[in-house]
Each structure stands twice: as C-alpha cells, then as structure tokens.
C-alpha cells in the first residue's frame, strides 16, 4: 500500500476519457502514479478531438460513447458519478442506469457529498478497479478541478 495515498497497489483507476470528471480521475491517478486505463470511442473519440494516446485506454468497436461507458461499468467494481448539480441526467444518468443493471455499486459524488463518503464507500465495496465518469468540463467548467481535489481530500479523509 503507498504511504502517500492509502489505495492498495493494485487499485486502478478508468474512464472513458472525455474532457471533464473522466479526465480529472485518470489525469489524478496518473499524477499519483496510480494505475489506470479504460475503454474509449473507436477512434479516441471526445469532444475536444482525439484522446492523447498518454491515456491507457482501449478503444471499444463503435464511435459511440454509450458502449464505453457501459464496458467501462461492467469492467469496475464501482464507479463514482461527479456533478455539481444533486439530479443526475444525460450520460451520468445513463451510467448509473448501466451500473444498476450490471449490479455494480455506484455514488452519485456532488458538492453536498462530504469526501468521507468516498473513503466509505471505497472501503465497503473493497473496491480495486474504479470507474469515474461524470460532467464533461465544457458543460460544467471546473469539474476536473474539482473532481481533482475531491479524490485527493477522500484519501486524506482515509487516513
């Protein structure tokens, strides 16, 4: 286990890779020498064009994002949804729907949700592979920031 970060040596983060909440958790674990990875469009596909390859992720067959969100769901053993609003919609929506269908442990993670929540969670569910997905940062500006300092004080709270 790292002494710096209290996630086990094997723990991993992935994501699909669209700018936003799913950047942040794999930009976070890179910067933390984390593991990470994930399924993404064929193609890299994101709003902002293709994906940087500094990113391990797969590409799925389709270019569309519902087939790897749904993988990258089916492949965690829990995600964390990140938005600044308390209503889940759009995509967000949908991979809550995906984890519900997969029976896969999901926390809808928003500004009223307290870090510690996070470290609870992580531990209840002993979870090694973590899916983050959440709002893309052209529709929600500062979300990776925040996605960012929210892992970070979730660890803290671990400790």
């Not at 896969?104 to 002993?126: D, G, M, N």
């Amino acid at each position: 286990m790292s002494e710096k970060y209290l996630v086990p040596d094997s723990f991993k983060v992935i994501s699909g890779g669209q700018s936003g909440a799913d950047r942040a958790g794999l930009d976070w674990a890179i910067e933390r020498n984390i593991s990470h990875g994930g399924w993404c469009p064929k193609g890299r596909r994101s709003e902002e064009g293709a994906i940087d390859v500094r990113y391990q992720l797969i590409e799925t067959p389709a270019s569309n994002y519902l087939e790897r969100t749904e993988w990258n769901v089916r492949d965690s053993d829990a995600t964390l949804i990140f938005t600044l609003s308390e209503k889940l919609d759009g995509g967000s929506k949908k991979t809550a729907e995906f984890a519900e269908k997969h029976g896969k442990p999901w926390r809808h993670i928003h500004p009223r949700v307290h870090p510690k929540f996070i470290a609870s969670f992580l531990l209840k569910y002993q979870v090694s592979i973590l899916n983050i997905a959440g709002k893309r940062e052209s529709s929600v500006v500062g979300i990776s920031q925040w996605v960012v300092e929210i892992l970070d004080h979730a660890i803290e709270v671990a400790r």
